[in-house]
């Protein structure tokens, strides 16, 4: 083989073996990816019991079933909205009407404490996702207002 022959060998063999590395790699990231995102998407899931929004963010009022319906959350607090199981001491059970209208929320999860959401409780929140840990047969009227939402059922 002369010289030019092996340098165009050597260039072809390069440029296939740079070209195997760059699609196998790709593919195994996007597999490590996904097994990563399905792992988290586990994890979150069974820590939301763990996580909390500061009980002074929301508004509450007592019930015919001496627990509390959340009736308003401040502006001013997260996105993102963990829905307490309680709050001074008290069983939080349902969610009431407008409870979160328009405050631009991200996610909120609900979880199996909630026996009851109000048709308009999420009322202006656009594209807002929900995570649902409950199998609570009184709140499958979802998106509870909100439009263009996203409701992810996991009980």
């Given at each position: ?13 390069g440029i296939l073996s740079l070209f195997l590395v760059l699609v196998l790699g790709t593919v195994s990231i996007l597999g490590n990816r996904k097994l990563a995102n399905d792992k988290i998407k586990e994890s979150t899931l069974d820590d939301v ?107």
């Amino acid at each position: 083989m002369n010289e030019k022959g092996f340098i165009t060998s050597a260039l072809l063999y390069g440029i296939l073996s740079l070209f195997l590395v760059l699609v196998l790699g790709t593919v195994s990231i996007l597999g490590n990816r996904k097994l990563a995102n399905d792992k988290i998407k586990e994890s979150t899931l069974d820590d939301v019991q763990k996580l909390t929004t500061n009980p002074s963010c929301f508004t509450t009022v007592s019930n015919s079933r001496g627990n509390l319906t959340i009736s308003g959350y401040d502006a001013s607090c997260d996105k993102t909205v963990f829905i307490p199981e309680a709050l001074n001491g008290k069983t939080v059970d349902a969610i009431g009407s407008s409870a979160f209208s328009n405050q631009n929320l991200i996610n909120v999860t609900i979880k199996s404490n909630i026996k009851e959401i109000a048709e308009t409780a999420f009322t202006g929140n656009d594209g807002i996702i929900f995570y649902i840990k409950t199998t609570s047969d009184q709140i499958i009227e979802s998106p509870w207002g909100a439009t263009n939402a996203t409701v992810h059922w996991d009980y």
